[in-house]
């Protein structure tokens, strides 16, 4: 029997809502609500292009170089995003994630992360995905570590929201007061800045029009349940994507290197900003024994 290269697919229904699962990387491979796609969708015998629906565990964004320190010891991970020279998205976008349980509406998918040359740490980790009929999408995101020695731990999410229109016909809303300047192989290159009369400040909805942005923020605004919400709009339909406050920082990204350009909008909850591992920023120390965990969603407006 043929299959596809992308694995299991763990379709999953509620009420209006349709989603897909894959078992390679426990990616989104399609989310919609009443059939109108809410995030860009891939074909199940096609690898996630630029990392649609992605989690990046055990680190989002980029290392730079590769290299970091930890517990006194250097380490080099394998440069994934040549072009740049960094080690981009974690190591487990292509693995293979077991389905712990599979309903209707709902999978939990999990995958044990063996130590590497340059990550020498085990993880237990799991990803949950339910949809509800009212809510939407809701996915949790957990790491255990069973090991005898202390990990260096982040985590994020890489779904492109869309509405069906070209970005530059879209307004976008993220209530964040401060993002992160990079450099040109997309590198922090210096502290988190307001977002005060910049093309970065997105916190009243303005038209994307042709800026260009491919950055995280911080400072987030939060609602009375403690989570922060981002908004694509355009040609009469909204998407919403939120997260928890396990999730301080959030990656914006036009996809202008995207397969298509600018047709969907990257909006990535993360533990940690971009070279988490070589600053300490935002790193989690995950003890023997511990877990972690963080939940974000997505729905329809």
């Known amino acids: ?17 349709r989603a897909v699962v894959t078992e390679s990387g426990a990616t989104l491979r399609e989310l919609t609500c009443d059939g109108r796609p809410l995030v860009l969708a891939h074909g199940a015998d096609e690898p996630a292009p630029a990392a649609f629906g992605s989690l990046l565990v055990p680190w989002p964004n980029r290392v730079d170089r590769g290299r ?13 995003e040549p072009e740049n020279d960094c080690a981009i998205h974690g190591l487990v976008r292509w693995a293979s994630w077991t389905a712990a349980e599979h309903e209707p509406h709902r999978v939990r998918l999990a995958h044990r992360l063996l130590g590497s040359a340059g990550y020498p740490f085990r993880l237990d980790l799991e990803a949950e995905y339910a949809l509800d009929a009212d809510t939407g999408l809701t996915v949790r995101m957990s790491a255990h570590n069973p090991g005898s020695a202390a990990a260096p ?5 890489h779904p492109y929201l ?12 993220l209530g964040a007061a401060r993002y992160v300047p ?27 029009g042709d800026r260009k942005i491919d950055n995280v923020y911080t ?15 355009g ?16 990656q914006v990204y036009t996809a202008d290197e995207a397969p298509e ?5 990257g909006v990535e909850p993360m533990t940690c900003p971009p070279n988490a591992f070589a600053s300490g920023e935002g790193l989690i120390d995950l003890a023997p024994g511990a877990t972690i965990s963080g939940s974000w969603g997505i729905m329809a407006g």
């Open 1 to 17: 029997m043929t299959e596809m290269i992308t694995g299991a697919q763990y379709a999953l229904a509620a009420g209006p809502y």
């Open 182 to 208: 990079v450099d040109d192989r997309m590198i922090p290159s210096g502290p988190a800045a307001d977002v005060t009369g910049t093309r970065w400040d997105l916190r009243d909805g303005p038209v994307l």
């Open 261 to 265: 350009p600018r047709t969907g909008l």
């Open 162 to 173: 869309t509405v069906g229109e070209p970005l530059d016909r879209c307004t976008a809303t």
């Open 153 to 157: 731990y982040g985590h994020g999410a």
């Open 219 to 233: 400072e987030l605004d939060r609602d009375e349940s403690g989570r922060c919400w981002a908004t694509l709009s």
């Open 68 to 80: 970091y320190e930890y517990g006194g010891k250097a380490y080099r991970l394998d440069l994934s």
């Open 235 to 250: 040609g009469g339909r909204s998407v919403r994507l939120w997260s928890d406050e396990a999730h301080p920082w959030m």
